[in-house]
């Protein structure tokens, strides 16, 4: 498993240098000029050397490199830097973005946040409610229960977020009133009060992302649930007079969890693309509304670290199933 | 001779023999099972899923009304502006209301239908063909299985939506001068959704091909020295076909939930040129007085996603004979 988990890391680097390079070319096709705001009359040699101080007049592999050097070493020594409060970063050119002039990281940072709590709430939502659905539909299957509960989950992932957003808003903020349609981002919890505003405030957006995850999860966990309901061990937990809640709590839906678990890994960074569309909905400021904005400024510093960033994800998370499908799963043995 | 029905017609050499007991086969089941394809197995399976029938009846009235709706409906209305026509509610006149430059809000549905549906059937097309051809290719030989599947890989772990904004931004200018907007437009997000959407089918395929390439019929086609390409035409491509099928019916849902997704963030069509996911974003400004604006176009969307979501769901029942009849 070690050797496994060894050499699975070792092949994600070469995967993340070939991504950062496709991600890198594209970009270096972009018409966009960072000079383009600067006014006509700043004189041509100026411009020039103020482009050579953006790292702009050096040959490809170069800035490349440069590029790569900044997002692994310098970057992170930043952060080591922030935490410990040493100085082993102090000097060193960050990834400097064109809109602000700042390091594009601490945008970052200060976008993170939101994001997180936005997606991670309603991945845990859709966790708890989708393993249950999907365990009691597939244990009653083709009752009333299971063809609803198909039927929503259908739905569930036929309407896009973009119009399931839409709708709620509709519903829930413009005639009912119940819920701000809008997230604000000032909001700081120091009170109950703000506390009970800022779970208004992330209902509706959870519950958006909620419905979609949910009906990928539930579908997902109910064919794992039947595939495992006919095995021989059922019949034999059964048959030595287990108790039915034992056989289907415990033994079938051990089994079962396996692929889930796995599919839930797989999904972390799906969702937090999804997220992109989501947040433009409900206005939140968190990473993907980051990338919007950027991409609209053509900031390509910070479109170029956030697209790499969201591929870091998928590859890590991708490593993190395969690894638990191994570890979880004694019968798949990767030798 | 003629009497069809006696039991001792000989079926032998002669043709007007044969062409007799054929026409009567009618009567014999026998003969009935011998002569239907497994395309009307396939059907008849079709035919019980009753999801998959009202799917496929609401996607192809849509269809229909897309295609033939600009025979009835003053096209025009959706184009020019009537300034003294604001903001209408729905009426006879207007069946789903006017803009608030006065537009006819029906006409435009229609047009953005034809937009919308014609990026999902050509990107599914473009995707399939590259999912087929690559999965293809990597299932049949060896020497080209290990690349391409890594090339399958690292397109996986791509990050699409972020990738597809960023290729939009790009190609936008250079290929709205190339073509015009429009085509310009259509062809840069059909390739964009095509590039992007074939690696499912891609390992899916491969998978298939990997078994059917040891079955024995291949192997007896090979013997008789039939070469690579017509052996992949002629007996490898016809079965696959049923997978590519169904991944083809959830192909076009995806395709359509992109580009409407795309043209939402405002990175899609430009905003004089309606597609359902632009009148979307369109109608979202004025959400509080005229949801409706914002609420049709996002019903479509949804609608037709979902009727081709039950219609793959149908489709991958009936052609999957392990789970037929259950």
């Known amino acids: ?335 | 001779m003629t009497d069809a029905r006696d039991p001792l017609t000989p079926v032998g050499n002669d043709i007007g023999v044969v062409a007799a007991s054929a026409a009567v086969a009618g009567a014999e089941p026998l003969l009935i099972t011998a002569a239907r394809s497994q395309w009307w197995d396939v059907w008849d399976q079709f035919r019980t899923h009753k999801g998959a029938m009202v799917g496929a009846a609401i996607f192809l009235a849509i269809l229909a009304l897309v295609v033939i709706g600009p025979l009835f409906v003053d096209m025009e209305a959706g184009i020019k502006s009537d300034m003294r026509a604001r903001n209408e509610p729905m009426s006879l006149e207007y069946p789903l209301g006017t803009d608030r430059l006065g537009r006819d809000m029906f006409a435009r549905m229609i047009a953005g239908g034809r937009v919308s549906l014609a990026v999902g059937l050509t990107a599914m097309a473009l995707s399939l063909v590259l999912g087929t051809l690559i999965g293809v290719l990597a299932g049949y030989f060896k020497g080209l299985d290990g690349p391409l599947m890594r090339l399958t890989d690292l397109f996986l772990a791509l990050p699409l939506l972020p990738l597809l904004l960023v290729m939009v931004l790009l190609f936008r200018e250079p290929l709205t001068a190339a073509f015009g907007i429009e085509v310009g437009i259509f062809i840069l997000i059909v390739s964009a959704i095509g590039i992007t959407s074939w690696m499912q089918t891609a390992r899916i395929v491969r998978g298939d091909v990997l078994a059917l390439k040891e079955r024995e019929f291949v192997l007896a086609a090979r013997s008789i020295g039939t070469p690579s390409r017509r052996i992949v035409t002629r007996h490898i491509l016809p079965n696959v076909l049923s997978p590519i099928m169904v991944s083809a019916t959830l192909g076009i849902a995806t395709a359509i939930i992109t580009e409407s997704a795309l043209s939402f963030l405002g990175l899609g069509f430009p905003p004089d040129f309606p597609t359902w996911g632009r009148l979307l974003n369109d109608g979202v400004p004025f959400l509080e007085l005229y949801p409706g604006r914002a609420f049709w176009p996002g019903l479509a969307i949804s609608l037709v996603v979902l009727s081709i979501n039950y219609v793959g769901d149908g489709l991958r029942d009936a052609l999957d004979p392990r789970i037929r009849g259950r």
């Open chain 1, 1 to 335: 498993m070690l050797t496994f988990t060894i050499r699975r890391l070792l092949f994600a680097i070469p995967t993340l240098l070939f991504i950062a390079l496709v991600i890198f070319m594209l970009l270096e096709l972009a018409p966009g000029d960072p000079m383009a705001n600067v006014p006509l009359t700043v004189p041509a040699e100026v411009k020039e050397q103020m482009r050579q101080a953006l790292g702009l007049g050096e040959p490809v592999h170069i800035r490349f490199w440069k590029w790569i050097v900044q997002f692994f070493w310098i970057e992170p020594l930043n952060v080591f830097d922030h935490m410990f409060g040493t100085t082993f970063a102090e000097g060193k050119l960050r990834i400097i973005s064109w809109q602000n002039r700042a390091p594009v990281f601490i945008t970052i940072a200060e976008r993170i946040p939101q994001t997180l709590w936005v997606v991670g709430t309603s991945y845990v939502v859709a966790i708890l409610i989708a393993i249950p659905v999907g365990i009691y539909s597939a244990y009653k299957q083709y009752s009333v229960f299971d063809q609803a509960g198909t039927f929503v989950t259908m739905i569930g992932f036929s309407v896009p977020p973009f119009f399931s957003g839409v709708l709620v808003i509709i519903i829930f903020a413009v005639q009912l009133r119940w819920f701000p349609s809008i997230y604000d981002t000032r909001l700081v919890v120091d009170s109950w009060d703000s506390f009970g505003m800022q779970v208004r405030q992330m209902f509706l957006p959870v519950m958006v992302l909620a419905l979609q995850i949910t009906s990928q999860l539930s579908r997902f966990m109910r064919a794992s649930m039947l595939d495992n309901l006919n095995q021989d061990y059922v019949r034999t937990a059964r048959a030595k007079g287990l108790r039915e809640k034992t056989v289907v709590l415990v033994h079938v839906l051990r089994n079962s969890m396996i692929p889930v678990v796995t599919v839930i890994a797989l999904g972390v960074p799906a969702i937090f693309g999804g997220a992109i569309i989501t947040e433009q909905v409900f206005k939140v400021n968190g990473i993907g509304q980051l990338l919007i904005t950027a991409i609209q400024a053509n900031d390509l510093p910070m479109v170029q670290t956030l697209t790499f960033i969201f591929a870091v994800l998928i590859v890590l998370f991708n490593l993190i199933a395969d690894v638990l499908y191994g570890i979880l799963d004694p019968r798949i043995r990767y030798d």
